[in-house]
């Protein structure tokens, strides 16, 4: 079978999952990639000759682009020189089927596809199966001739059921959560003589992730409890409110955006990972982060939110700790609760492993999409 992949670019840092997804399809499964932008090369690396990596994008597109989003106000379509690229390579790429990342980049390729009769696959990952994006009427009238052509609507999280209106189309949505591979993201002893417990957070700084309040939190219960540092890793519009927010505890320490080797390093070194996850302030949501799994595939004892997928591989007290959104009371004995209690860290760890071992693998994803 042949797949042609579209996404806007491969990859950022963000979307490792992406690249998870194209590295370990089966070797009968012939990938090829289309998109505007291919950034941070040396981190994902694709050399196995089965990828054909296509540009079709110039700088006068995209100053063309940027005009008719800002003064014309006209959204989620290729421009006319564009559109001739994508359709001749469709044309001579000849696939059996077109795999669209994210919504917003379906609804870009999906008059190509349509003329061309070729099948169309979705995946929604999150933010463009969340308020964020439906509110728009211009959005959510064009995802649903999408949704409608589409032969396969992959979801990552079963919330998305209700906020795309999927009932309609169950025989063709299929609930694929992003795998993570185990053999990758695996418990290991640091032998670190240190008697810090390390507290971290991994992902953007935007305001589904409620990184603010976890300061907060971690602020107070510092005050208590000297010998615990909290470690932020990722970059946002939200960076400078939380750094003041810091400013009077040396116990915060900010990374900044870090190639996925060296998140894993701080994953390693942590003892619980805190993912305070909530519907943005735009509507924005998260699907089921990725960063949790990885967290949870390293044994770690993780405290998240009952916000859109979380609940589907954490259940509170099983695997880890579950807590309302924007809840900080909550939170912070959730936190406070597994930094006194070794024995609890570990056993969550394990069991959050074994989930992750069981259900969540970028194996046992691509079986299902293949």
């Known amino acids: 079978m042949k797949v042609l992949m579209f996404n806007h670019a491969f990859f950022h840092i963000s979307e490792t999952f992406i690249y998870k997804q194209v590295t370990e399809m089966p070797p009968d499964v012939n990938i090829e990639l289309l998109g505007f932008d291919f950034p941070h090369g040396h981190i994902f690396p694709l050399t ?161 992730k409620g990184v603010p309040d976890l300061v907060k939190v971690f602020s107070d219960l510092s005050t208590r409890m000297p010998d615990i540092r909290l470690n932020v890793i990722g970059d946002g519009p939200e960076l400078g409110a939380i750094q003041q927010l810091a400013q009077d505890t040396r116990a915060v320490k900010f990374y900044g955006s870090q190639p996925h080797e060296e998140v894993k390093k701080f994953m390693l070194d942590a003892d619980i990972f805190v993912l305070n996850s909530r519907v943005g302030d735009s509507g924005d949501m998260e699907g089921l982060p990725v960063s949790l799994l990885e967290a949870m595939s390293m044994g770690k004892a993780v405290v998240s939110t009952r916000h859109a997928g979380i609940p589907e591989a954490v259940t509170d007290g099983v695997n880890g700790l579950l807590v309302n959104e924007k809840d900080n009371e909550s939170l912070s004995a959730a936190i406070e609760k597994l930094i006194v209690n070794a024995a609890l860290r570990k056993q969550l760890g394990e069991a959050a492993r074994q989930t992750v071992l069981n259900k969540f693998t970028i194996k046992q994803a691509n079986k299902k999409i293949d």
Not at 66 to 86: A, D, E, M, P, W
Not at 115 to 138: C, E
Not at 182 to 190: D, G, K, L, Q
């Open 48 to 208: 196995n000759k089965k990828y054909r990596i296509k540009k079709s994008e110039n700088a006068i597109d995209r100053a063309l682009n940027v005009f008719r989003k800002r003064v014309l106000n006209i959204r989620y379509n290729l421009s006319l020189f564009t559109t001739i690229s994508v359709k001749k390579i469709l044309q001579e790429s000849k696939p059996d089927v077109v795999h669209a990342q994210f919504g917003f980049n379906a609804l870009q390729i999906f008059p190509l596809v349509k003329q061309l009769n070729i099948p169309l696959v979705v995946t929604f990952h999150g933010l463009d199966a969340s308020p964020h994006y439906l509110n728009r009427k211009d959005y959510k009238t064009r995802i649903e001739k999408v949704l409608e052509y589409a032969s396969g609507i992959i979801i990552v999280s079963p919330h998305m059921n209700d906020t795309l209106g999927l009932a309609r189309y169950a025989a063709k949505t299929h609930l694929i959560p992003c795998g993570v591979d185990p053999s990758e993201f695996y418990p290991r002893e640091t032998f670190a003589n240190r008697n810090t417990i390390n507290i971290l957070h991994s992902g953007r700084l935007v305001s589904k």
